[in-house]
C-alpha cells in the first residue's frame, strides 16, 4: 500500500469548512484514498473513499487531484463534534487485506 | 447487528501474566484485525486475519498470538505480558466481497496496562 504524508495538526474555527490534506505521491492505480477518523480514544469510524473522482456523502466531500497524488477531505461546516484524529490511507479496496495507518491529523475545532 | 464486541474494557495485568483479548463481530465479515494504539500515536497493526483458519503479522507481532477458528471470533493472546505492552487494543473488521466499499468497522477498544 502506498505512504501517505499528512499534517501533524490542525485548527479550524467552528462553522467553517475544515479542509485537511493528504499527500500519496506513490499511489498506485488501483489503490484508494480512505479517510477515518478517532474521536477521543474511540474505534476509528470511515468516513468516504474514493478511486478517481470526487465523492460526497453525508459526512464529508473528497476530492483528489487528477494525477491522484494527493487528496483532500472537506468538512464543509465544522463543529466542536468534529475534533477529533483524522487518518488517510491508501490501498487496494477489495483485494488488499493488510490495512495500516499512519499518525493522522489532529483537528481541533475552535468555538 | 451489536458489530464488534471487545472484552474486556479495561484490565491491570501484572509482568509476566497472561491473558486474552476477545473479539467477535456479528456481520459475517470474512476479515478481522487487531491493531494496538499508545498515547498519542497512530494505530500498528499486531495481526490480521483474512478467513477462518488463516492469521498473519501485521507491523508489531512480537508478544502476541492469534487464531482463527470460526468467522466471528478473532483472540488476541498476550503471552509473559511486558510494561510495553500498556496500550490500547482495537479490534476490527471488513467484508470484501460484491460491490461492499471494504471500510473497517472497529469495536470500542481494550485497555491493557502491565505493572
Known sequence: DAKTTQPTSMDCAEGRAANLPCNHSTISGNEYVYWYRQIHSQGPQYIIHGLKNNETNEMASLIITEDRKSSTLILPHATLRDTAVY?????????????????????QVIP | NAGVTQTPKFRILKIGQSMTLQCTQDMNHNYMYWYRQDPGMGLKLIYYSVGAGITDKGEVPNGYNVSRSTTEDFPLRLELAA??????????SRFTGGSNTGELFFGEGSRLTVL
Open chain 1, 87 to 107: 487518518y488517510c490511507i491508501v490501498r487496494v479496496s477489495l483485494v488488499g487485506q493488510k490495512v495500516t495507518f499512519g499518525i493522522g491529523t489532529k483537528l
Open chain 2, 83 to 92: 510494561p510495553s505492552q500498556t496500550s490500547v487494543y482495537f479490534c476490527a
